[in-house]
């Protein structure tokens, strides 16, 4: 790349910006910790969906030390339904580690950052170029769709070793007077403009200086191999009530997928030559009679899905029920931190019996 073009896609794509920038809450502080905790949310979930959960989220956690001391379970009832847990308890060991290694102030530099739990290189060029003006490269999805069109480049953005290409590429183009929006500028422009089907090209700040649109093969890149096919678990889900009135919880393991989060009981099928009744007795100590069904749907994690279904089950008869179990009042189940999909359950059971 010569200079004169790569001046001129800087000069456009700030100036594209500041213009035209959405108006975020985290977009309206250089805090690095507020910038971090977007960037953290802001992994494999929307916008949209993210705006509300950061308001309450920093509300509640302002600072450094407030999170860094939080009760677990009630920053897990903060992230309720954001989903991917273990960003929550990354952030909040990193956040800990910043106060008390590094005197409660971020680190701004790349070696320095990279050390804390759960910041990667994208949210350690993130927080760094948007927080403390260093130039340094923040490559995610976006950026790669953008830069894969911008500057013709064809290698497989679904191998890791790809991504160094592209980190290069930004760091030769990036405007070292304003690194923060031109960070921005490129996440922006993959998110509202250079979109993954039917990007906007005639709105483009830098249409100009775009290789694949003058190929036409803007809708070719960026190149991908598709991904392996993700496993299907077929589950039965069942809301125990006892004859008080309360609900039978189960704490799911402290490593591992939804880590210390709450659920119902939940049977994986088939269960051969076993009802799910006696599968219930047998792995919660408790006898059951089988109630109508309560939702059926599929809840789709990164590598693998959940097809599920619920019902409600009346106890006939608590035998040895494990430690890791608990009957809680209708009030003590809302204050839980639980998973999207039991949620979704939890939600059609009250609809139905309160």
């Not at 050390?115 to 340094?136: C, D, H, N, Q, R």
């Not at 290698?155 to 690194?179: G, R």
């Not at 408790?286 to 109508?292: N, S, Y």
């Amino acid at each position: 790349m010569n200079e004169f073009y790569k001046e001129q896609v800087r000069d456009s794509l700030v100036s594209w910006f500041l213009e035209e920038k959405r108006d975020l809450p985290w977009r309206n502080t250089t805090d690095p910790y507020k910038i971090w905790v977007s960037e953290v949310m802001l992994q494999q979930t929307k916008v949209d969906t993210v705006i509300p959960y950061y308001e309450r989220f920093i509300a509640k956690y302002p600072s450094l030390e407030s999170l860094a001391y939080a009760d677990e379970g009630e920053l897990l009832k903060e992230w309720e339904g954001l989903g991917y847990y273990s960003r929550a308890r990354n952030l909040q060991t990193g956040v800990k580690e910043v106060v008390e290694q590094y005197g409660s102030v971020v680190p701004s530099t790349r070696k320095e950052i990279s050390k804390l739990k759960g910041v990667g290189p994208y949210t350690a060029g993130a927080v760094l170029s948007i927080a403390y003006g260093v130039p340094e490269h923040a490559v995610d999805g976006n950026v790669m769709r953008v830069l894969s069109r911008l500057l013709l480049i064809k290698e497989d953005i679904a191998k890791p070793k790809t991504k160094k290409i592209f980190e290069e590429a930004v760091m030769d183009l990036i405007d070292s007077e304003n690194p923060s929006a031109f960070n921005q500028g490129l996440m922006e422009l993959g998110a509202i403009i250079c979109t993954p089907t039917k990007p906007k090209c005639l709105l483009c700040p830098v249409r100009e200086n775009c290789s694949a649109f003058f190929e036409g093969i803007q809708d070719e890149l960026p190149v991908k191999t598709i991904q392996k096919k993700t496993k299907i678990h077929k589950v039965k889900t069942v809301v125990v009530r006892n004859q008080n009135g309360q609900i039978l919880l189960e704490k799911r393991p402290s490593k591992g997928l939804l880590a210390n989060m709450w659920q119902f009981p939940m049977v994986e099928l088939p269960t051969p030559n076993h009802t799910v009744e006696e599968v219930v007795e047998h792995d919660y100590g408790v006898a059951i009679t089988k109630g109508p069904s309560i939702i059926e749907f599929k809840h789709v994690f990164s590598h693998l899905v959940w097809e599920m279904e619920s019902f409600e089950g009346v106890l006939i008869e608590e035998k040895d029920l494990p430690s890791r179990c608990i009957w809680l009042t209708i009030e003590e189940v809302n204050q839980q931190p639980m998973p999207v999909p039991m949620l979704k359950i939890w939600n059609a059971w009250k609809e139905r019996e309160i």
